[in-house]
């Protein structure tokens, strides 16, 4: 998320954290197959969004 100026929050159920803090995503505890909201605010919040559809979308490059 450093690469776009708008600020990205991911959260799960009552718990939400910036999506460049690494321990903030942590303390998600998140896992495959959670329902997870992001919410994009500022200016380039539209091509922020797109990068993470297209991160989501390709399984963030990793292998199955």
């Known amino acids: 998320s450093n690469q776009f100026q708008s600020d990205i929050y991911l959260k799960q159920d009552d718990k939400s954290a910036p999506?460049?803090?690494?321990?903030?995503?942590?303390?998600l505890e998140s896992s495959q197959g959670k329902y997870v909201t992001v919410t994009v605010e500022g200016g380039d919040s539209p091509e922020?969004?797109?990068a993470i559809e297209n991160l989501i979308n390709n399984k963030f490059d990793e292998q199955e």
């Open 48 to 50: 922020a969004l797109k």
């Open 19 to 27: 999506a460049n803090s690494v321990m903030g995503l942590l303390m």
